[in-house]
């Protein structure tokens, strides 16, 4: 479970330019963000949420997981979110061995962990898995398995691809080529679906410098004319069945999350894409994602 200085220090790592020492999330309880762009795949599953006029208490979480069952998400049995839980182990050990997730209340960062569950069943499950099977081979303190499976839920965006030269164009950082040259593609032939519950409360309070980690996956182009939820179905599973692959961080590429089309206020023109210092063009080592 990340501390909001913790979640800073991941941008700050991922892009490594000037940013707050601490992120603060907004204190009040908002309903404006299930309309933001940005929040599409939050929003999805989060609509019972839309009448709350304050935080939500237990019993609307209950609520939220039994109607998402009831839809048939799939959901490991028994699986809930505990508010104010202290776990007697390690938080993912706690969450496999009882099935309840410690959840702060009135805390972005945990009621988007929460959603998270919801929108991505199968990889969070998978996570999980992923996490006790390092940690019983004796990584209880992090190496590149926790590291890479914590980037991923924690900042970590699933990006589907139906032409390699785009998944190319990410990797290597051509900003300029992916969101302006290649912009009508954006949605046709490339998306990004956020996974990463960090992202999202960031999103609250947006600032220049904000950072994931992109998880290119291939599929075909029909994907992408898939309604909404069907896509996320078939994204859920794909990553799931994939996770055994993502074995080290730089299997992640970095993305500047405010440069995806309609993800930014402000105007997303040739000035915003021209800000080398968010837009870098070349970092330290280049990633792994087609090896």
């Not at 048939?72 to 182990?89: E, K, N, S, T, Y």
């Not at 993912?92 to 069943?121: K, M, Y």
């Not at 600032?207 to 290119?216: D, E, M, Y």
Request: charged share 20%; with cysteine.
């Amino acid at each position: 479970m990340a501390t909001s200085a913790t979640i800073t220090a991941i941008a700050i790592v991922l892009n490594e330019i000037a940013l707050p020492q601490v992120f603060t999330a907004p204190a009040d309880w908002s309903t404006a963000w299930l309309r933001r762009p940005a929040y599409a795949v939050w929003a999805a599953v989060a609509q019972p949420l839309a009448a709350q006029t304050d935080w939500p208490e237990q019993a609307a979480l209950d609520a939220l997981f039994a109607q998402a069952r009831a839809a048939g998400c799939p959901l490991p049995p028994g699986l809930r979110c505990v508010l104010d839980l202290q776990p007697d182990a390690y938080y993912e050990s706690h969450i496999a061995a009882t099935g309840q997730v410690p959840t702060r209340a009135r805390n972005w960062h945990d009621l988007f962990n929460a959603l998270a569950w919801l929108a991505w069943p199968r990889l969070k499950t998978a996570l999980n898995a992923r996490h006790q099977a390092a940690i019983a081979a004796g990584e209880a303190k992090r190496g590149p398995i926790r590291d890479s499976a914590t980037l991923l839920d924690e900042c970590g965006l699933l990006m589907p691809y139906a032409e390699r030269t785009l998944a190319e164009a990410v990797d290597g950082m051509r900003w300029g080529e992916l969101w302006q040259d290649r912009r009508a593609d954006w949605g046709r032939l490339i998306d990004a679906y956020p996974l990463g519950h960090a992202l999202p409360e960031m999103l609250l309070a947006p600032f220049i410098g904000l950072t994931g980690k992109a998880w290119l996956l291939p599929v075909d182009a029909s994907f992408f004319t898939l309604p909404f939820p069907t896509r996320l179905a078939r994204l859920d599973a794909l990553a799931a069945e994939r996770l055994s692959t993502l074995d080290r961080p730089s299997r992640l590429a970095p993305l500047p999350v405010l440069g995806i089309p309609g993800w930014h206020a402000g105007a997303q023109d040739a000035g915003f894409y021209a800000n080398a210092d968010y837009f870098r063009p070349s970092r330290r080592a280049p990633s792994v994602w087609a090896a």
